[in-house]
């Protein structure tokens, strides 16, 4: 094939590359469809779910359908199933979202009807009412931020029944932590005073990322990580276990009225990591080739080659450096881009991806079998 055709040839393949990527225009509508299709199917798996009282996986079925697709009717549902969980302030905050999503599409009775499950479930959250020194603490709820203590006034907080961690913290004061239990309808009421730390004390606060590590500090009772502690100021000893993983002890130091937080990795009981070391083999010193004037150094990074010829007892050995091997030169051939066979393939290639990207776009803009988002169903 001449010059001329080879070009008439490449600009062929370049003409079918272009409609092949013309044709391929809809992959990202293919792909938001595939995202559609997915989040239908997490909903409906959490609609069967429901239908057998299985809420707790209802509820990761439609949290998972509205990360890929958030709508107001997986909203709803939601809300349905922190409702049947008693969760009434994660209820009470899906609901009120629905109805700011959903808007004026929101039927008049279903609205009231809405309503109505907000106010029943206000009347069932139990109240938890505290009062706080000093000023300015932050108070925590099971881990969530509830706000900071005003001064000389209480607080109220709103919770589900059932037990929760109240926590209370000021840096310069201990920290204060307590498992409570609250009633449906009831209302609690707690003092919490936080003690100021002394000159002579400090806080220490361990953490590891290994799951099931417990710290032992100056001997005492293994505690789970993380843990925060106010201890007196100076050295303390540490050791850290966790099952499969080596055990780890230091010595670490707090500063009067300091803060002192503390990250510890722990290493596999099995030693992974550790190099292996160097295979040996025997070198022969400088006039003893061969007997007990011979020598064992490591191996290096480098060519090792036996010496050919004559073999006695002992092999001898000797290192060869990179430069002293000799690579057998390549058979010089045409470049494979400038091949026939090359372009050939990439031709196939470019039609055959043109043919199947028309057909999948045909079957998605056209296909019937998977239900309308329109008619989806929530649960009543």
């Not at 299985?54 to 697709?69: C, D, E």
């Not at 997986?74 to 979202?97: D, G, P, Q």
Request: aromatic share 8%; charged share 15%; glycine share 8%.
């Amino acid at each position: 094939m001449n010059k001329l055709g080879r070009i008439d040839f490449r600009r062929v393949l370049v003409g079918l590359f272009v409609l092949s990527v013309l044709g391929f225009s809809s992959p990202v509508q293919a792909g938001q469809s595939g995202s559609k299709a997915r989040a239908k199917e997490y909903f409906f798996k959490g609609i069967s779910a429901f239908k057998v009282q299985n809420y707790a996986v209802a509820l990761v079925w439609f949290q998972r359908s509205y990360k890929l697709r958030p709508k107001a009717v997986v909203l709803y549902n939601i809300a349905m199933c922190h409702r049947a969980l008693f969760a009434y302030l994660k209820s009470i905050k899906a609901f009120k979202r629905y109805l700011a999503m959903a808007g004026s599409k929101v039927r008049p009775s279903k609205r009231r009807k809405i309503e109505g499950f907000i106010q029943e479930m206000m009347a069932k959250l139990a109240r938890v009412v505290l009062a706080v020194q000093p000023s300015g603490a932050r108070i925590l709820l099971d881990g969530e931020f509830k706000g900071t203590a005003p001064s000389n006034e209480s607080i109220t907080l709103m919770a589900s029944p059932g037990t929760h961690v109240l926590e209370v913290t000021k840096p310069g004061y201990r920290s204060y932590r307590r498992n409570i239990t609250v009633v449906e309808g009831q209302q609690t009421a707690l003092s919490v005073i936080l003690p100021k730390i002394g000159p002579a004390e400090g806080t220490l606060i361990l953490e590891s990322p290994v799951s099931g590590a417990m710290a032992i500090v100056d001997r005492g009772t293994p505690m789970p990580l993380p843990v925060t502690l106010q201890v007196t100021a100076g050295a303390h000893n540490i050791t850290v276990t966790a099952p499969g993983r080596q055990p780890k002890a230091m010595v670490l130091s707090v500063q009067p009225g300091a803060v002192l937080r503390q990250m510890i990795h722990l290493k596999p009981s099995d030693g992974t990591g550790a190099r292996p070391a160097r295979p040996a083999v025997i070198l022969p010193r400088q006039g003893h080739p061969t007997g007990s004037g011979a020598t064992t150094r490591a191996v290096p990074r480098h060519v090792t080659n036996l010496t050919p010829g004559r073999r006695s007892s002992h092999e001898s050995a000797r290192t060869v450096p990179p430069a002293a091997v000799q690579p057998t030169p390549a058979r010089q051939g045409p470049s494979w881009y400038k091949t026939w066979w090359f372009w050939t393939s990439v031709g196939v290639a470019v039609v055959a991806g043109a043919a199947l990207g028309g057909y999948f776009g045909y079957e998605a803009a056209h296909s019937s079998n998977a239900p309308s988002a329109d008619t989806i169903v929530t649960l009543k």
